[in-house]
């Protein structure tokens, strides 16, 4: 009986002692090596700290030097030359695009002006000139004003066959832009044009000036519509020149004194309705 409490107090230690044994926590072992590289790397970046720490004004400068990259600065190089590309696009477009997609860019911008700088003027005749009015579309449009002969072709919507403008196309039809009658005055022809600025005369109405006084006024009324016509003719000869769509291709090529065997080209109706009487001095 006693054997047996004795063997039993044997056997709960035992199971006791296995249990404790299995709850103990067991200890990791650290490889050596592997803690002396650690602490080796911790102890190289605290020593590099401490140097950048106690640098000379010119230890720094040099280590700049040596951890300079040029990529910043080509970053910025780029950033500056967009900026600057908007800006000037800005300006020259008056304000239509950042991006030069302009309608109308200036001429120094299109390849026509540059290769008509190189190439130097062209000389047509009328008849060569003929050849441009925009029915052959394998050539430039070109119209003529003034004896100057300017490339439309950036406008065939307008200058073309089916344009509104068709009648200055192929031609120098100085005398339409003042007369406004396009088609039947497609010449360059500026004799007589004056006269739909003269009043009409009439006997009564005249008689309330002197002979003399009369000339004078004729003389007077005459250098006054030549003035006219010219300021006429010169507004659309500037609006072509200062164009930025289109571009100075050359002249006109004509004999000398060609207009001495041209007739003479009565006023067209339609100018020649605007006329009036002269107006009776109130005096």
């Known amino acids: 009986m006693t054997t047996t409490r004795s063997g039993g107090v044997r056997q709960r230690k035992a199971k006791a002692s296995a249990a404790t044994e299995q709850k103990s926590p ?44 040029p990529w910043v600065d080509i970053l910025r190089v780029i950033s500056f030359l967009i900026f600057a590309s908007c800006a000037l696009s800005y300006l020259i477009s008056g304000g239509e695009t950042f991006t030069w997609g302009m309608k109308h860019p200036p ?21 060569e000139l003929a050849t441009f009015d925009g029915k052959d579309e394998t050539k430039p449009l070109y119209l003529a004003i ?14 073309g066959p089916e344009g509104s403008y068709r009648y200055f196309a192929g031609v120098d039809a100085a005398r339409s832009y003042v007369t406004g009658c396009f088609a039947e005055d497609r010449t360059p022809d500026m004799r007589g044009v004056e006269e739909m600025y003269l009043p009409l005369d009439d006997p009564e109405v005249d008689s309330h000036w002197s002979p003399a006084e009369l000339a004078a006024l004729k003389e007077q009324e005459r250098a006054d519509a030549l003035q006219r016509v010219h300021d006429g003719l010169l507004h659309w000869v500037r609006f072509f020149e200062n164009s930025p769509k289109y571009t100075k291709v050359g002249y006109v090529k004509r004999p000398k004194n060609w207009l001495a065997s041209e007739p003479r080209r009565p006023l067209c109706k339609s100018a020649a309705k605007g006329r009036t009487k002269r107006t009776i001095p109130t005096n």
């Open 26 to 69: 067991q200890v990791e072992e650290v490889d050596t090596s592997e803690a002396e590289e650690i602490e080796r790397e911790r102890e190289e970046v605290e020593t590099e700290r401490l140097r950048r720490k106690s640098r000379s004004p010119k230890e720094k400068v040099e280590d700049e030097d040596d951890e300079y990259s």
């Open 146 to 159: 003034n004896g100057t002969i300017y490339d439309v072709s950036s406008n065939r919507r307008t200058y």
């Open 107 to 127: 001429k120094y911008l299109q390849a026509d002006w540059w290769k008509a700088k190189f190439r130097g003027p062209l000389y047509l005749t009328p008849a």
